[in-house]
């Protein structure tokens, strides 16, 4: 099992349309939560982090996080065609807490 | 406020080859970790530096090193290229150690090894 896991997608979504991204981890006790957003032939770039269980909201951004069933999610409402592109979770873990990185799931929003 | 700005952008070395890349953090920013991002793998681990010293090392081998300098620049050096070195090297830096806070990612170097 791979400590850290994404739909690779390609998750397509309406524009105006609500996109979720879903993640879920290994290592229980894990303690920080992060989304990343890289557009192609980008470097990634944060957009949310949250560390304890619910919801933390930041615009259009939901960063929703379950502990007890080990995954984070990142909800995109009225999502723009401008949202198009890799949406990276990272999970600190293990003893020496090394940031453990998914590989991404595509979104493409459709105008 | 300046990024995190990474030299140089692109590279082509030959196999057997020795790089040094270089990464200079956000002003004041005095924690640098290194990625190695490939397709297949994702961003993987390398090291992270805190005012000078080694805070945590992935499982790359020993060709893999790096240093911090005293203003807080990173050096990343990879001796003996391999083909399978070719990927996208990510600097990103932190103000504060460890992978509690998050990252500002620089622009990136990308390793072509013929």
């Known amino acids: 099992q791979k400590e850290v896991e994404q739909n690779s997608g390609p998750l397509s979504v309406p524009e105006g349309a609500i996109a979720s991204l879903n993640c879920t981890y290994s290592?229980?006790?894990?303690?920080?939560f992060f989304w990343y957003r890289q557009y192609s032939g980008k470097s990634p770039e944060l957009i949310m982090f949250?560390?304890s269980n619910g919801d933390k909201e930041d615009g259009r951004f939901t960063a929703q996080l379950n502990k007890a069933s080990q995954y984070v999610s990142l909800l995109i409402r009225d999502s723009q065609p401008s949202d198009s592109a890799t949406y990276l979770c990272?999970?600190?873990?293990?003893?020496?807490?090394?940031?453990?990185w998914g590989l991404g799931t595509s979104l493409a929003v459709n105008p | 406020k300046a990024g995190v700005t990474q030299t140089p952008r692109y590279l082509i070395k030959t196999r057997g080859q020795q790089v040094t890349l270089s990464c200079s953090p956000i002003?004041?920013?005095?924690?640098v970790s290194w990625y190695q991002q490939t397709p297949g793998q994702g961003l993987q681990f390398l090291f992270e530096?805190?005012?000078?010293?080694?805070?945590n090392k992935g499982n790359f081998p020993g060709r893999f090193s790096g240093r911090q300098f005293s203003n807080s620049r990173s050096e990343m050096n990879v001796s003996t290229l391999e083909l399978g070195d070719s990927a996208l090297y990510l600097c990103?830096?932190?103000?504060?150690?460890?992978?509690?806070?998050?990252?500002?990612f620089g622009s990136g170097t990308r390793l072509t090894v013929v």
């Open positions: 990103a830096s932190s103000s504060l150690a460890g992978t509690d806070y998050g990252y500002t």
């Open positions: 002003s004041g920013h005095r924690s």
């Open positions: 530096y805190f005012s000078e010293t080694q805070r």
């Open positions: 290592d229980r006790g894990s303690q920080s």
């Open positions: 949250i560390y």
């Open positions: 990272a999970v600190n873990a293990g003893n020496n807490r090394k940031l453990i």
